[in-house]
């Protein structure tokens, strides 16, 4: 039972994804495996392969920008003229497909759903799924802002023609796409074969669901993408690089347990911490000291040596900014090699330069009701036009059920869940869109803590 | 004291709407409009059907199939002798009183006909607005005018009162047009969307309700333009009294009028009108009279006097079970008729 069917609202589907990406072959297949259910499909662009469905309307896509020049208060009039006179039949849809253009922004399709009082109390934006051509996606991705934005606004994404690229290939653009868009479910298809119960009824809020396909998908970005634990004696050890993309390289060392993944698992979240702190940039010829400092390594003179001083044998473990292959950065104890014994490579938070990026947080506690309005009110209205799409479950003091939100820009939408009962309350929310602030906004967030 | 109090309160109490007749129709009441001499009401249901029912008693004249995929409007010939309705199937019929026959059906130019507006006068013209077309056509189907597109789907249509000269509006902004010329007399440009469009009865205003939850009115001597605004949701309700001094406007759950007189609406306070639960669907102001009537999604029927913000109240009052979707005075002003979202028609006496 999800909310659209306890509220009476008629929830609505919106398929977007470039032309040729399979959505039509989608939207037929949506219809021929729902006898029974009347779909009313409102279409903006008419394909190569036609719809078989009554129920189709076709429209002209018309945006109304409103005066005040706010893009978040963009909406699509076309569809709140078709849908308005849709819901006032009596015999009413049980469900609405609406495809778009190839080129259509999404952001005002989404909009129009929270912006429009009529279309708000009547229908319910179930999901925005967008339909990908695993084979050529990669031809816009990089220069199509209306690409990027299809992919930042999904709930579900389907990497539709996998048979025409390689498994290689495939985790590539899954992981390119993940970077962007950390909370859409991603469903790899050929021919746009999904389950239907992938597609319809998803529930833009089920957000439990989300985690449950992906559990990492709160996984943090890192400030460093390399760690190595190297098992150092008394003696005297110097760091090598050699010239590399980049003048300066953060580092830290610390002191680890012993030499097992374990032990380095255990130091990541304080070394995250060194590296929110200030730097202290060494020229080479320094002396690096293991502890909970963060080192700048300056990386533009013409021999990179650093010595580093071990006063206690035991485990340590070197957190670089960038992957030490970069560099050829190599660790030398008495003149000999010293590899790592255990090592790791971190997601870090720079990885395509992707503008559009996801930002989740997760954090155990309950929250100001206050405080939390004051931060997002002030949150949307700066940030509101970076922010494409956000989502959350929060737990709000004094309140026995889960609040559960979900917005689009500026526009927010949020009400009481199922009862927490013996689950441990906990808020998880994640922000989707461009040149997000990472560490502004958990900060932020965590500031409403009660 | 407490003599007076009762007294006051139940000279305050409004009363009942006297319910003459009530009939149901296939669905939803999308349109519904009174012949011009008042002896029948039209109404138009959101599945297609046109019925025409006597104005006095539950008797139905004519039952017409209207359009395919759904009606959108309807409007009288001014003589009262055809019904114009325009639909989903990108048609305008014109039915026939006397034979109860669609005598033409005219091509609107797109999908869908939302509006259509007869002008007065001799010779009447019909306007009809079909996406970005706008068509006229002469009292026997001829069709006399195809205006170039407009640069967006039309939102609404109206004559100016006694003088053949329409105005359309778009999101964009309001337009002119002269049936003798091809070209707009005039263009009022505002980036914004307006839903509905209402001449001053003098011709001096023209108003518009819009999407982004305001009200323009538009002075038609110098072309300027204020926009109202502090309406919770997008209005789509507007009605002026006889004598152009208010306009009464809904866009959320009270009724908000504006007093045009003196210096005003610009810097003045509205007066508001709150009783309504939902969101109104119509207001509509008696056409020589003073009353004000409003319908709501939460279907009750409010008649108001107005007297000011302190002392306007309702007098009358009517509860449907579902809706309200429209409201029309009879030409005569002493009924109303209320269609609702389950296709019940009803007529109210006034007095």
Known sequence: MNTTMLNNQVPVTVL????????????????????????????????EIGVDNDLVIGAEEEIFEMNNGCICCTVRGDLIRILGNLMKRRDKFDYIMVETTGLADPGPVAQTFFMDTEMQEKLQLDSVTTVVDAKHIWQHIDDSDEAREQIAFADVILLNKIDL???????????????????????????????????????????????????QFMEPEYPFEWAGVYNLSESAHELVLQEGPDPTMKVALAPVNESTDEALEAAVEPVVMVFSDNEHELSAGGTLQPGGQLIALNLTADELRFD????????YALFTEHHPDEFQAQLFGSGALVKP???????????????????????????DPDRLNDWISDLLRTKGIDIFRMKGIL???????RFVFQGVHMLFDGRPDRPWDGEPRCNSLIFIGRNLDRAELTEGFEACLA | MSRLNNMSSRILQPSQLRENWTATISDHVID????PDGKYIAAASVLGPVTIFEGHRRAVIHAFEGHEFGTMSIAWRPDGKVLASAGQDGKIRLWDMASGEATHSLDGGAAWVEHISWSGGEKPILASAAGRKLKLWNVVGELVREYPDHQSTISGLQWKPRVKQLASITYGGVMLWDPQQSEALNRMEWQGSSLVIAWSPDGKHIATGDQDSTVHFWIMSTGEDLQMTGYPTKVR????DATSRYLATGGGQDVTVWDCSGRGPAGTKPITLSGHQDFLSVVRFQHRGKLLASGCADGLVYVWQLRGNLRSRTVH?????????????????????VGDESGGVSVFSIS
């Open chain 1, 16 to 47: 977007t994804g470039f032309l040729g990406s399979g959505k039509t072959t989608l939207l037929n297949r949506i219809l021929t495996e729902n006898h029974g259910k009347r779909i009313a499909v409102i279409e903006n662009e008419f394909g």
């Open chain 1, 165 to 215: 690229v390689t498994e290689t290939e495939l985790e590539q653009l899954e992981a390119r796409i993940r970077g962007m868009n950390g909370a859409a479910k991603i469903y790899r298809t050929k021919n746009a074969v999904v389950e239907m119960d992938k597609i319809l009824n998803v529930g833009g809020f089920d957000l439990d669901r989300a985690m449950e396909v992906d559990p």
């Open chain 1, 308 to 315: 580093v001083q071990i006063d206690r044998p035991g485990a």
């Open chain 1, 341 to 367: 014994v255990v090592e790791r490579e971190f997601k870090p938070d720079h990885e395509h330069d992707d503008e559009v990026t996801s930002v989740g947080i997760t954090t155990p506690g309950d929250l």
């Open chain 1, 395 to 401: 737990s709000i003091k004094g309140e026995p059920n």
């Open chain 2, 32 to 35: 519904l409009a009174w012949s």
């Open chain 2, 237 to 240: 309700e507007v009605s002026w």
């Open chain 2, 317 to 337: 009052e009517a509860a449907l079970t579902t809706g309200v979707t429209n409201l029309v005075w009879s030409p005569n002003d002493q009924y109303i008729a």
